[in-house]
T-cell receptor, first 115, second 111 residues
Protein backbone atom coordinates (compact mmCIF):
# COMPACT_ATOMS: atom_id res chain seq x y z
CA UNK A 1 0.00 0.00 0.00
CA UNK A 2 1.29 3.42 -1.02
CA UNK A 3 1.74 5.52 2.08
CA UNK A 4 3.64 8.06 4.11
CA UNK A 5 4.43 6.95 7.64
CA UNK A 6 5.49 9.01 10.62
CA UNK A 7 6.83 8.05 14.03
CA UNK A 8 6.07 8.64 16.74
CA UNK A 9 2.41 9.58 16.39
CA UNK A 10 2.34 11.22 19.80
CA UNK A 11 5.20 12.67 21.81
CA UNK A 12 5.40 14.62 25.05
CA UNK A 13 8.81 15.99 25.89
CA UNK A 14 10.49 18.73 27.89
CA UNK A 15 12.18 21.91 26.81
CA UNK A 16 15.68 21.39 25.47
CA UNK A 17 15.59 17.62 25.00
CA UNK A 18 16.58 16.81 21.44
CA UNK A 19 14.11 14.75 19.45
CA UNK A 20 13.64 13.33 15.97
CA UNK A 21 10.40 12.62 14.15
CA UNK A 22 10.83 10.13 11.36
CA UNK A 23 9.06 10.17 8.01
CA UNK A 24 9.18 7.49 5.36
CA UNK A 25 7.41 7.04 2.01
CA UNK A 26 7.22 3.98 -0.21
CA UNK A 27 6.16 5.67 -3.44
CA UNK A 28 9.64 6.54 -4.70
CA UNK A 29 8.74 10.23 -4.56
CA UNK A 30 11.54 12.69 -5.00
CA UNK A 31 9.87 15.59 -3.20
CA UNK A 32 9.24 15.51 0.55
CA UNK A 33 8.17 18.20 2.95
CA UNK A 34 7.35 18.93 6.59
CA UNK A 35 4.42 21.05 7.74
CA UNK A 36 3.12 22.12 11.11
CA UNK A 37 -0.55 22.73 11.76
CA UNK A 38 -1.72 25.16 14.41
CA UNK A 39 -5.27 26.33 15.19
CA UNK A 40 -6.15 29.45 13.23
CA UNK A 41 -2.89 29.37 11.27
CA UNK A 42 -3.46 26.43 8.99
CA UNK A 43 -0.65 24.29 7.66
CA UNK A 44 2.72 25.97 7.25
CA UNK A 45 5.74 24.52 5.54
CA UNK A 46 8.85 24.01 7.68
CA UNK A 47 11.38 22.44 5.30
CA UNK A 48 11.29 20.62 2.02
CA UNK A 49 13.55 18.42 -0.06
CA UNK A 50 13.61 18.15 -3.82
CA UNK A 51 15.79 15.04 -3.78
CA UNK A 52 18.50 13.22 -1.84
CA UNK A 53 20.93 15.66 -0.22
CA UNK A 54 18.86 18.63 -1.46
CA UNK A 55 16.93 20.47 1.26
CA UNK A 56 15.71 24.02 1.74
CA UNK A 57 13.80 26.19 4.16
CA UNK A 58 10.07 26.67 4.04
CA UNK A 59 8.08 29.41 5.75
CA UNK A 60 8.81 28.56 9.39
CA UNK A 61 12.21 26.80 9.59
CA UNK A 62 13.52 28.33 12.84
CA UNK A 63 14.28 25.71 15.48
CA UNK A 64 14.16 22.77 13.07
CA UNK A 65 16.64 20.73 11.07
CA UNK A 66 16.18 18.10 8.40
CA UNK A 67 18.29 15.65 6.46
CA UNK A 68 17.71 13.62 3.31
CA UNK A 69 20.29 10.87 3.07
CA UNK A 70 17.94 8.37 1.44
CA UNK A 71 15.12 8.96 -0.99
CA UNK A 72 12.46 7.36 1.17
CA UNK A 73 13.30 9.04 4.51
CA UNK A 74 13.08 12.65 5.62
CA UNK A 75 13.48 13.03 9.40
CA UNK A 76 12.63 16.25 11.25
CA UNK A 77 15.03 17.16 14.05
CA UNK A 78 14.34 19.50 16.94
CA UNK A 79 17.74 20.13 18.54
CA UNK A 80 16.39 22.09 21.52
CA UNK A 81 12.57 22.00 21.54
CA UNK A 82 10.66 24.87 23.06
CA UNK A 83 6.98 25.14 24.07
CA UNK A 84 6.17 27.19 20.95
CA UNK A 85 6.98 24.09 18.91
CA UNK A 86 4.03 22.30 20.42
CA UNK A 87 2.01 21.48 17.32
CA UNK A 88 0.69 18.85 14.96
CA UNK A 89 3.32 17.91 12.39
CA UNK A 90 2.75 16.39 8.97
CA UNK A 91 5.17 14.92 6.52
CA UNK A 92 4.23 14.90 2.84
CA UNK A 93 5.66 13.55 -0.39
CA UNK A 94 4.99 14.23 -4.03
CA UNK A 95 5.99 12.88 -7.41
CA UNK A 96 8.05 15.16 -9.66
CA UNK A 97 6.10 17.72 -11.67
CA UNK A 98 4.90 16.75 -15.11
CA UNK A 99 3.69 13.31 -14.09
CA UNK A 100 0.41 12.76 -12.29
CA UNK A 101 0.41 16.25 -10.94
CA UNK A 102 1.79 18.15 -8.03
CA UNK A 103 -0.50 16.73 -5.40
CA UNK A 104 1.18 15.98 -2.11
CA UNK A 105 0.38 12.90 -0.05
CA UNK A 106 0.36 13.41 3.68
CA UNK A 107 1.29 11.19 6.58
CA UNK A 108 -0.99 10.63 9.57
CA UNK A 109 0.60 13.34 11.69
CA UNK A 110 2.69 13.57 14.86
CA UNK A 111 1.24 15.44 17.80
CA UNK A 112 4.10 16.99 19.74
CA UNK A 113 3.81 18.61 23.17
CA UNK A 114 6.82 20.43 24.61
CA UNK A 115 6.53 21.19 28.33
CA UNK B 1 1.90 39.04 0.47
CA UNK B 2 0.47 35.81 -0.83
CA UNK B 3 -2.77 34.91 0.91
CA UNK B 4 -5.36 32.19 0.85
CA UNK B 5 -8.69 32.83 2.57
CA UNK B 6 -11.41 30.27 3.04
CA UNK B 7 -15.02 30.95 3.92
CA UNK B 8 -17.05 30.22 5.82
CA UNK B 9 -14.97 29.01 8.77
CA UNK B 10 -17.69 26.55 9.66
CA UNK B 11 -20.79 25.31 7.91
CA UNK B 12 -23.57 23.13 9.17
CA UNK B 13 -25.85 21.50 6.60
CA UNK B 14 -28.72 19.11 6.68
CA UNK B 15 -28.27 15.91 4.73
CA UNK B 16 -29.18 16.63 1.09
CA UNK B 17 -28.76 20.41 1.45
CA UNK B 18 -26.31 21.50 -1.26
CA UNK B 19 -23.86 24.35 -0.68
CA UNK B 20 -20.50 25.78 -1.71
CA UNK B 21 -17.24 26.49 0.05
CA UNK B 22 -15.09 29.39 -1.07
CA UNK B 23 -11.35 29.78 -1.39
CA UNK B 24 -10.06 33.17 -2.48
CA UNK B 25 -6.41 33.81 -3.17
CA UNK B 26 -4.13 36.75 -3.82
CA UNK B 27 -0.95 35.34 -5.25
CA UNK B 28 1.16 35.93 -8.31
CA UNK B 29 2.17 33.11 -10.57
CA UNK B 30 -0.31 30.44 -9.52
CA UNK B 31 0.93 27.00 -10.44
CA UNK B 32 -1.98 25.06 -9.09
CA UNK B 33 -4.83 25.14 -6.59
CA UNK B 34 -5.48 22.09 -4.47
CA UNK B 35 -8.41 20.91 -2.39
CA UNK B 36 -7.88 18.52 0.49
CA UNK B 37 -10.19 16.88 2.97
CA UNK B 38 -9.02 16.43 6.56
CA UNK B 39 -10.75 14.22 9.09
CA UNK B 40 -10.07 14.74 12.80
CA UNK B 41 -6.75 13.26 13.86
CA UNK B 42 -5.69 12.45 10.30
CA UNK B 43 -3.53 13.93 7.58
CA UNK B 44 -5.04 15.87 4.68
CA UNK B 45 -6.38 13.67 1.89
CA UNK B 46 -5.98 14.93 -1.64
CA UNK B 47 -9.18 15.68 -3.56
CA UNK B 48 -8.52 17.87 -6.61
CA UNK B 49 -5.94 19.93 -8.45
CA UNK B 50 -6.99 22.86 -10.67
CA UNK B 51 -4.47 24.58 -12.89
CA UNK B 52 -6.25 27.23 -14.94
CA UNK B 53 -9.29 29.50 -14.77
CA UNK B 54 -12.40 27.78 -16.06
CA UNK B 55 -11.24 24.33 -15.10
CA UNK B 56 -13.64 22.03 -13.24
CA UNK B 57 -13.12 18.68 -11.55
CA UNK B 58 -15.72 16.32 -10.07
CA UNK B 59 -15.65 13.43 -7.67
CA UNK B 60 -18.86 11.89 -6.37
CA UNK B 61 -20.79 14.70 -4.65
CA UNK B 62 -17.94 17.20 -4.92
CA UNK B 63 -17.18 19.59 -7.73
CA UNK B 64 -14.33 22.08 -7.73
CA UNK B 65 -14.13 25.14 -9.96
CA UNK B 66 -11.49 27.80 -10.48
CA UNK B 67 -11.51 31.45 -11.53
CA UNK B 68 -8.62 33.92 -11.59
CA UNK B 69 -9.29 34.96 -8.01
CA UNK B 70 -11.11 32.14 -6.27
CA UNK B 71 -12.14 28.54 -6.24
CA UNK B 72 -15.37 26.94 -5.13
CA UNK B 73 -15.98 23.49 -3.78
CA UNK B 74 -19.60 22.63 -4.48
CA UNK B 75 -21.15 19.87 -2.42
CA UNK B 76 -24.30 18.39 -3.90
CA UNK B 77 -26.74 16.50 -1.68
CA UNK B 78 -24.17 15.97 1.08
CA UNK B 79 -24.23 13.00 3.40
CA UNK B 80 -23.04 12.80 7.02
CA UNK B 81 -19.85 11.08 5.86
CA UNK B 82 -18.91 14.27 4.01
CA UNK B 83 -18.39 15.94 7.38
CA UNK B 84 -14.75 17.02 7.59
CA UNK B 85 -12.53 20.06 7.31
CA UNK B 86 -11.91 21.07 3.71
CA UNK B 87 -8.60 22.74 3.00
CA UNK B 88 -7.64 24.82 0.03
CA UNK B 89 -3.99 25.34 -0.92
CA UNK B 90 -2.14 27.15 -3.66
CA UNK B 91 1.19 26.36 -5.18
CA UNK B 92 3.18 29.21 -6.63
CA UNK B 93 5.10 29.22 -9.83
CA UNK B 94 8.43 28.71 -8.15
CA UNK B 95 10.79 25.82 -7.69
CA UNK B 96 9.94 25.57 -4.00
CA UNK B 97 6.72 23.67 -4.62
CA UNK B 98 5.46 24.72 -1.21
CA UNK B 99 1.76 24.71 -0.59
CA UNK B 100 0.21 27.76 1.04
CA UNK B 101 -2.88 26.63 2.88
CA UNK B 102 -6.01 28.42 3.94
CA UNK B 103 -7.35 27.83 7.44
CA UNK B 104 -10.06 25.50 6.20
CA UNK B 105 -13.84 25.18 6.38
CA UNK B 106 -15.26 22.80 8.97
CA UNK B 107 -18.26 21.12 7.42
CA UNK B 108 -20.82 19.28 9.49
CA UNK B 109 -23.62 17.42 7.73
CA UNK B 110 -26.45 16.38 9.98
CA UNK B 111 -28.73 13.42 9.19
Amino acid sequence: EAQVTQNPRYLITVTGKKLTVTCSQNMNHEYMSWYRQDPGLGLRQIYYSMNVEVTDKGDVPEGYKVSRKEKRNFPLILESPSPNQTSLYFCASSPPPGLVGHEQFFGPGTRLTVL
Amino acid sequence: EDQVTQSPEALRLQEGESSSLNCSYTVSGLRGLFWYRQDPGKGPEFLFTLYSAGEEKEKERLKATLTKKESFLHITAPKPEDSATYLCAVQLDTGRRALTFGSGTRLQVQP
